[in-house]
């Protein structure tokens, strides 16, 4: 098809722009952040400006949205939820919790930095952030989109060796498939 | 109401001589006895006085007695009464009789119990997995379990996050140059 460089960043300005104004968002729930996440779809804030609205599926979803700490036992299903979702995908750790383990640093079953385990493209400070700086974190998100920076999916395939030890280092039963997408 | 806390008192200091009654202010009757009457107080309770409603099992820690104790909390509709029973386990032996015959809730409570004090439920019937998935440490609300070392050693921590945590402040003057009132330099590291 397309072999010559010129066109093919054609391709994919024209790709990434289309990427980047239709983020569906898949809202991982467990940590108390999740509380921010109405307000911010909603008419106040109104994320569907952005073209950011919830998918209700892994495989329909193009960001995976954390808001939170994750627990060891959430932390499988999150490993699970991330490798069925399709290309192109993105993580965003919402809150302290997610970056140094916020206040539960030193709770006996959750995890303490989740680009460990995940690879983000964003994090989003704050315990709990607002609406507004949940909004900045996608504007950021999509301006890496834009400039084909966003490569978190391909830094997990590259790397997977490295994530897997760090992820099985903390599950020590896996019952789950090696590799499941 | 103090009548019929006076009656309840007396009907179960009546009946089971073993148990001592705390005193208390408000809706609360208070008792304390040996861990062998607890299935027979609870079903005198619930079945000749009313309290028909387990509210929660609650365990506490005497890590410096070597003991646990355990307290039932009731509730009656007609009374409006909440009756608290304690009792004390051996903290090495730490066995209890199962009193989910009375009230099936309390199946999860002892579920719980057991996975977080491992307090041990005679006749208990459910899977040892209730919370914790692949649990491997000791119970973790023990007292004698330190959190933060286990932490520490389980989970990768960001060191610097922490420690060079900056004051926010600080954060936004760097950014937009904005000038720190007086107050606020001392807290930037
Ligand atoms: S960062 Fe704060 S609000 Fe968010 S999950 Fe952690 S404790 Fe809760």
Same mark, same amino acid.
């Given at each position: 098809?397309?072999? /010559?460089?010129?066109?093919?960043? %054609?391709? =994919? %300005? %024209?790709?990434?722009? @289309?990427?980047?104004?239709?983020?569906?968002?898949?809202?991982?729930?467990?940590?108390?952040?999740?509380?921010?996440?109405?307000?911010?779809?909603?008419?106040?804030?109104? @994320?569907?400006?952005?073209?950011?609205?919830?998918?209700?599926?892994?495989?329909? @979803? =193009?960001?995976?949205?954390?808001?939170?700490y994750?627990?060891? &036992?959430?932390?499988?299903?999150?490993?699970?939820?991330?490798?069925?979702?399709?290309?192109?995908?993105?993580?965003?750790g919402f809150g302290s919790c997610t970056i140094n383990g916020g206040m539960y640093y030193d709770s006996?079953?959750t995890i303490k930095a989740l680009d460990r385990?995940?690879?983000v493209?964003v994090y989003i400070n704050g315990c709990?952030p607002?609406?507004?700086a949940?909004?900045?974190g996608?504007?950021?998100?999509?301006?890496?989109?834009?400039?084909?920076? @966003?490569?978190?999916?391909?830094?997990?395939?590259?790397?997977? /060796?490295?994530?897997?030890?760090?992820? &099985?280092?903390? %599950?020590?039963?896996?019952?789950?498939?090696?590799?499941?997408? | 109401?103090? +009548?019929?806390?006076?009656?309840?008192?007396?009907?179960?200091?009546?009946?089971?001589?073993?148990?001592?009654?705390?005193?208390?202010?408000?809706?609360?009757? !208070?008792?304390?006895?040996?861990?062998?009457?607890?299935?027979?107080?609870?079903?005198?309770?619930?079945?000749?006085?009313?309290?028909?409603?387990?509210?929660? $099992?609650?365990?506490?820690?005497?890590? +410096?007695?070597?003991?646990?104790?355990?307290?039932?909390?009731?509730?009656?509709?007609?009374?409006?009464?909440?009756?608290?029973?304690?009792? #004390?386990?051996?903290?090495?032996?730490?066995?209890? !009789?199962?009193?989910?015959? $009375?009230?099936?809730?309390?199946?999860?409570? +002892?579920? *719980?119990?057991? +996975?977080?004090?491992? $307090? #041990?439920?005679?006749?208990?019937?459910?899977? *040892?997995?209730?919370?914790?998935?692949?649990?491997?440490?000791?119970?973790?609300? #023990? #007292?004698?379990?330190?959190?933060y070392?286990?932490a520490m050693?389980?989970f990768w921590d960001r060191q610097e996050a922490r420690s060079n945590a900056q004051d926010v402040r600080e954060t936004i003057r760097r950014r937009t140059g904005e000038?720190l009132?007086?107050f606020a330099k001392k807290y930037s590291r």
């Amino acid at each position: 098809m397309i072999n /010559d460089k010129v066109s093919q960043k %054609i391709v =994919d %300005i %024209i790709q990434n722009f @289309a990427r980047k104004h239709s983020l569906w968002v898949l809202a991982y729930g467990t940590g108390c952040g999740a509380i921010e996440i109405p307000p911010t779809m909603t008419s106040r804030y109104d @994320a569907e400006r952005l073209g950011v609205r919830g998918a209700a599926t892994p495989r329909q @979803a =193009d960001v995976l949205l954390i808001t939170g700490y994750l627990t060891t &036992k959430t932390l499988k299903r999150v490993i699970r939820v991330y490798e069925q979702m399709q290309d192109p995908k993105y993580v965003i750790g919402f809150g302290s919790c997610t970056i140094n383990g916020g206040m539960y640093y030193d709770s006996y079953n959750t995890i303490k930095a989740l680009d460990r385990y995940l690879p983000v493209d964003v994090y989003i400070n704050g315990c709990m952030p607002r609406p507004e700086a949940v909004l900045e974190g996608f504007a950021k998100l999509q301006e890496l989109i834009q400039a084909g920076k @966003a490569d978190g999916a391909r830094k997990y395939k590259e790397n997977l /060796d490295w994530y897997r030890a760090n992820q &099985k280092e903390v %599950i020590p039963v896996w019952r789950m498939p090696e590799y499941n997408w | 109401m103090e +009548e019929r806390k006076k009656e309840i008192i007396q009907t179960i200091t009546d009946h089971f001589k073993d148990a001592v009654s705390n005193p208390y202010d408000g809706n609360r009757v !208070d008792f304390t006895i040996p861990k062998q009457q607890i299935p027979a107080i609870l079903f005198y309770l619930k079945d000749e006085m009313g309290f028909n409603h387990l509210s929660h $099992i609650s365990c506490i820690d005497w890590l +410096e007695d070597k003991q646990f104790e355990l307290v039932y909390i009731l509730w009656s509709y007609t009374d409006r009464v909440k009756v608290f029973v304690h009792t #004390r386990v051996d903290r090495e032996q730490p066995v209890m !009789d199962n009193i989910d015959m $009375i009230w099936r809730q309390a199946n999860t409570y +002892e579920r *719980e119990i057991r +996975e977080m004090y491992g $307090i #041990r439920f005679a006749g208990l019937e459910a899977p *040892e997995e209730f919370l914790l998935e692949d649990w491997q440490g000791p119970p973790p609300m #023990r #007292r004698d379990f330190d959190t933060y070392a286990y932490a520490m050693k389980t989970f990768w921590d960001r060191q610097e996050a922490r420690s060079n945590a900056q004051d926010v402040r600080e954060t936004i003057r760097r950014r937009t140059g904005e000038e720190l009132p007086d107050f606020a330099k001392k807290y930037s590291r």
